[in-house]
């Protein structure tokens, strides 16, 4: 399978911005009118697997499939027999009885197999290395508040999944990307993606010497500034990644945003869920925001019905 093709979406980078555009226009019509896809996938079903918690990824393919007049079947990765046969095998069989695969894994490289093998689209519901659902939402959001995409964001954080698959979008649909990361992800780590987006010329990271007086400065020139969880969902309760979350959180507390930082700016606040209050954000500054950051979260569903549009040919 051309890994270039539209037929699976895995990463954002893998697309033209023409692709990207028409998913969220498609998602913006849709939204604007439901009724008009009510029944554009009749018939359709769509696989739903899950080697990794969520609440919006589940809840959002589920429900924009059953909008769009399709069948969603969800299901967990250790009740399923992924968890002890090969993907190329059991994704063939799944094939034969849905339209699409939504798969929420741990590693690229297990997704990569399942698409080479599957003759369905597959869609990254979220790996280590990038989140492609979760920005087309965060486009869509955007393009909502400001008219377009022309905005400055500013993401404040871990440089992890999300941050590439912003990286990898908003740059090339004519927005502009600042990043101040002072931690970073490892297995999220790509550093040939951040140096092509840096020759772009739409892309920049501020020094993570960076004090808040001066990250107070970047917030009051931007449109938007985005923080996202410091300590991956898997790892938040573990014992074992006890030591690396305190780590992450004395590296990243002098950035935490709050109504200080925020002060005398007219930047909306992005969060993309599950807040952390007290951590990446302050509880006050989070519901200042927090019909922002609930649009954001509901656009999950707009912006995957306008993908599965645009994959399964509705659009």
């Given amino acids: 399978m051309n890994m270039q093709s539209p037929r699976h979406l895995l990463a954002l980078r893998d697309h033209p911005p023409a692709f990207l555009e028409a998913v969220l226009a498609t998602a913006a019509r849709v939204k604007a009118d439901p009724s008009r896809a009510g029944s554009a996938l009749a018939g359709r079903k769509l696989y739903l697997l899950f080697q990794k918690t969520s609440t ?3 809840l959002s393919f589920a429900v924009g499939m059953h909008e769009l007049g399709g069948f969603a079947f969800s299901q967990a990765w250790g009740e399923s027999n992924f968890s002890v046969g090969e993907i190329e095998d059991e994704i063939r069989y799944v094939a034969r009885n849905v339209d699409a695969v939504v798969a929420r ?24 290395r990038s989140h492609p659902c979760q920005a087309l939402a965060d486009l869509l959001t955007l ?11 500013l ?15 908003l740059p090339r649909l004519g927005g502009r990307l600042l990043a ?4 970073v992800n490892d297995p999220a780590r790509d550093d040939a993606l951040l140096e ?11 020094d ?21 969880t410091w300590v991956d969902m898997e790892s938040f309760h573990d014992p074992a990644s006890r030591d690396e979350k305190q780590a992450r959180i004395q590296a990243l507390a002098p950035f935490r945003l709050d109504q ?17 209050a007290g951590l990446e954000i302050t509880r006050p500054l989070a519901e200042a925001h927090m019909d922002t950051i609930l649009r954001q979260a509901e656009n999950r569903r707009h912006a995957q019905k306008g993908l599965l549009l645009e994959l399964l040919g509705g659009g």
Avoid: K, Q, W
């Fill in 155 to 169: 993401y404040v954080g871990v440089r992890n999944n999300v941050l590439n698959s912003l990286v990898e979008s």
């Fill in 105 to 128: 894994l741990r590693r690229h490289a297990d997704l990569a197999r399942m698409a080479a093998a599957c003759p369905v689209p597959v869609i990254n519901g979220c790996c280590e």
């Fill in 143 to 153: 393009r909502e508040l400001f008219g377009g995409l022309e905005v400055t964001v």
């Fill in 180 to 183: 101040l990361t002072p931690v």
């Fill in 208 to 228: 993570p010497r960076t004090t808040r007086a001066e990250l107070r400065d970047a917030i009051a020139s931007v449109d938007a500034v985005y923080t996202d």
């Fill in 260 to 276: 200080d930082l925020l002060a005398g700016s007219r930047a909306v606040v992005l969060h993309d869920m599950p807040i952390h």
């Fill in 196 to 206: 092509a987006a840096r020759a772009g010329g739409r892309f920049s990271e501020l």
């Fill in 56 to 58: 919006r990824t589940a």
